[in-house]
């Protein structure tokens, strides 16, 4: 079934920096129309300025928002995830909502629990790069979505994001390679940068610089499917300048300290 994605209405409920970075990307892929998304927060101030800015209707109440969603999107903190659902289960249940849950940890069997076992819910873990359409949504392999909602979630958050669908045991390591690894990278960005200014750039041009080049990496590997150290190796010419750098990481514990920052993650 082919959807026309821009009659659906989408409702936020909390509208922080994953929740607006999606309604951002799906407006400027031109899924949904600016004025097919609302959201409630907390603090109505700061949403509706929020709002204002994407076209997006701020409402006051979690009853409104499921008033009015086709799509409901859970993008508050986990701790009131249970106060949340308890205010939304009827509702839910009754219009057959399609429920999207964002936060890290959570899994359908929890949502269900709070939910009941009628509601339509996927688990997923989205990153911000979805709001300029090159996010990833980590999502859980088994949902109690109808096949139709299951099309309708990838006719919607596929012009935005790689859907990569996992098993639940694995839920919670690949959303941390997706949603946290954005920092290491920026991080690393930021290096780059400081250096190339040391030596002379302007701090622009080593942004664009080093910005460009972890986009267009990525992108060659997932076009190519080369495998990441191919890759490394087709840059290192024999006793050339790029293999002391490679060869300064290493001494340095450049992927011991990726790695254990994984490790500080998931608790091993």
């Known amino acids: 079934m082919q959807y026309d994605t821009t009659s659906v209405t989408i409702g936020c409920i909390g509208f922080g920096a994953m929740g607006s970075a999606i309604a951002q990307g799906l407006i400027a892929s031109g899924s ?22 994407l ?41 057959s909502t399609l429920v999207v849950s964002i936060a890290a940890g959570m899994h359908v069997e929890q949502m269900i629990a709070m939910l009941g076992e009628d509601a339509h819910v996927v688990c997923t873990v989205p990153n911000t790069p979805i709001a300029v359409g090159k996010g ?87 076009e190519t499917g080369t495998l990441p150290a191919a890759m490394k190796d087709a840059v290192c010419s024999p006793g050339g300048t790029t293999i002391r750098g490679v060869a300064a990481l290493e001494r340095a514990g450049f992927r011991g300290a990726i790695i254990d920052a994984i490790d500080a993650i998931e608790g091993k």
């Open 32 to 53: 949904v129309s600016a004025d097919h998304i609302v959201a409630c927060a907390a603090h109505y101030k700061p949403l509706r300025d929020k709002a204002q800015a």
């Open 136 to 222: 990833i949504m980590v999502t859980e392999a088994t949902d109690t979505l109808t096949d139709e909602q299951r099309e309708l979630f990838d006719a919607l958050f596929s012009t935005v994001a790689l859907i990569e669908r996992v098993d639940t045991a694995h839920l919670s390591i690949a959303g941390t390679v997706a949603g946290c690894a954005p920092a290491y990278v920026a991080m690393f960005m930021e290096a780059l940068a400081d250096a190339g200014v040391k030596y002379g750039l302007t701090r622009a041009t080593a942004y664009r610089l080093a910005s460009q080049m972890v986009a267009g990496t990525g992108q060659l590997q997932r």
């Open 55 to 95: 076209g997006i209707r701020a409402v006051r109440s979690i009853q409104e928002v499921i008033e009015q969603a086709d799509v409901l999107i859970l993008a508050v903190k986990p701790y009131v995830y249970e106060a949340v659902c308890e205010q939304i289960r009827e509702h839910v249940v009754q219009r």
